[in-house]
């Protein structure tokens, strides 16, 4: 079982892009949500996660003040903004189930789900 990660494309450094998080077939309600990437060359890393409820999220220092994470669980949906964009965040980007709090998120999709194919940002003139 995978969730789909869409929305990326080419960007302007200091532009702005927003990626989205999907189940087809399974609900994202049930989960706290990480957003992850990985760029050529380097190990995944995690940026962002949020709680069921919206009421809490984590990010990683990389991303704190440019990326907002949200859900809307009406639309079984879970989105990351990212303001300020630079070439350094050229990645495929990544959403999956994963444990969240304060102080950090999980690395390890759980309860069986695996890593779908994510979507390519690029940030470049």
């Known amino acids: 079982v995978q969730l789909q990660a869409s929305g990326g494309g080419l960007v302007q450094p200091g532009g702005s892009l927003t990626v989205s998080c999907t189940a087809s077939g399974s609900t994202l309600n049930y989960y706290a949500i990480g957003w992850f990437r990985q760029a050529p060359g380097k190990e995944r890393e995690g940026l962002s996660c949020?709680?069921?409820?919206?009421?809490?999220?984590y990010y990683a220092d990389s991303v704190k003040g440019r990326f907002t994470i949200t859900r809307n669980n009406a639309e079984n949906a879970v989105y990351l903004r990212m303001n300020s964009l630079k070439p350094e965040d050229t990645a495929v980007y990544y959403c999956a189930p994963v444990p969240c709090d304060v102080q950090g998120m999980g690395h390890t999709p759980r309860d069986g789900y695996s890593w779908g194919q994510g979507t390519l940002v690029t940030v470049s003139s």
């Open positions: 949020i709680n069921r409820a919206s009421g809490m999220t």
